[in-house]
């Protein structure tokens, strides 16, 4: 049976812990002197949970859109078409006020709103369904008026997308 590679991160904690990520690599974090066969054996034993992990990533991943990189010019000009529409509508109905908005590239975040109330979106979410994106940007305009993602916040999503988590869904793959 072949060794599982793992990505391997040492640091001041008191317990050994285990993640897969959507690519399916494995990390593993560690207390500093904790032997590596130690950290070997920690991983062997968990082997099933890993293929597991591997296998419910993969699925996920299956249901997210393919986004190439050669499609940006198409998506940043879509993006451009249609979110400042979008926030214009919901910012009514959420009575804020956006100070701006930004088209990015990012990779790890659909969208961002700034101390100063700017929003920033990535032109990767204009792959996903319309539902997803509203709820981008509801989840963003609603940062203007919470800075955290505490009750208050959620309460202030549902109020104008009272089924959120299953756009939440759509933008996970699940």
């Known amino acids: 049976m072949e060794k599982i590679a793992y990505e391997l991160i040492r640091s001041d904690r008191r317990t050994m ?9 494995v ?7 904790t032997p590596r066969w130690r950290i070997d054996a920690f991983v062997e034993e ?11 990533q993969a699925r996920r991943q299956a249901k997210l859109p393919h986004i190439r990189e050669e499609d940006k010019p198409l998506y940043v000009k879509r993006a451009k078409a249609i979110l400042p529409e979008k926030i214009d509508r919901y910012a009514r109905i959420m009575e804020v006020q956006p100070t701006g908005l930004t088209v990015t590239s990012a990779k790890t975040r659909f969208g961002s709103c700034s101390a100063k109330n700017r929003l920033s979106f ?7 369904p319309e539902a997803a994106i509203d709820y981008v940007v509801v989840h963003e305009l609603a940062h203007i008026r919470y800075k955290d993602h505490g009750r208050g916040f959620y309460g202030f999503v549902a109020s104008v997308l009272p089924d959120y988590k299953d756009r939440i869904r759509l933008l996970q793959g699940r």
């Open 122 to 128: 990535s032109w990767r979410l204009m792959a996903y």
């Open 17 to 25: 812990g285990l993640e897969v990520d959507t690519e399916g690599h």
């Open 27 to 33: 990390r593993v974090r560690v207390p500093r002197f």
């Open 46 to 56: 968990r082997r099933a949970w890993i293929e597991q992990a591997r296998a419910r």
